[in-house]
């Protein structure tokens, strides 16, 4: 398994697409969720993550973005502002027991990461407007997300975190 969260010589066409979102309040804080059913371990530590979700076919990053927000938290994309859209592709592979649970031909994700800011209220995060994903959510230092994590994403988010450290400004 490649620990390196950049592209590395993989081959794109063997990870599936998929978009990631770190949603920061006003304070600079970024959104985690709880996966629902306490994620696919039984280590409670690792069962929180930010907004992530597939690319449908015809749907470009910046779409499936806005749609995976509604899905996953209810928040409506009137109420964030893009700050930042992550070059290049990150990457992360299945462990080995989680590939030989799984069907398709996919050795992990690739990642397009979107940085927003949240203008709305805390009453506008719902999480039982779509299929939950997660049981509850909360605000989180940028900088906490790589600990809580499941351990075969975290470089994705050790990654992420230096690169979007930016955006933990308050405003």
């Known amino acids: 398994m490649i620990a390196h969260p950049l592209e590395n010589g993989r081959d794109p066409t063997l990870y599936r697409a998929n978009v990631g979102l770190a949603v920061f309040s006003k304070k600079g804080h970024v959104m985690v969720g709880h996966r629902a059913g306490g994620g696919r371990n039984d280590d409670q530590r690792f069962s929180w993550q930010m907004p992530q979700g597939g690319i449908d076919r015809g749907e470009t990053p910046a779409e499936a973005s806005l749609r995976e927000l509604k899905e996953e938290t209810g928040i409506n994309p009137s109420m964030v502002e893009l700050l930042e859209e992550l070059d290049p592709w990150l990457y992360y592979d299945f462990p080995p027991d ?12 690739r990642q397009k990461w979107f940085a927003f800011r949240f203008k709305g209220s805390e009453s506008d995060v719902r999480l039982d407007e779509h299929t ?10 940028l900088a906490e997300a790589p600990a809580l994590v499941i351990p075969f994403k975290r470089a994705v988010y050790e990654e992420v975190a230096r690169r979007f450290v930016r955006w933990t400004e308050p405003v």
């Open 98 to 109: 989680l590939k030989a649970r799984l069907t398709g031909p996919y050795l992990g994700q």
């Open 132 to 141: 939950p994903e997660f049981d509850a959510w909360r605000w989180a230092e």
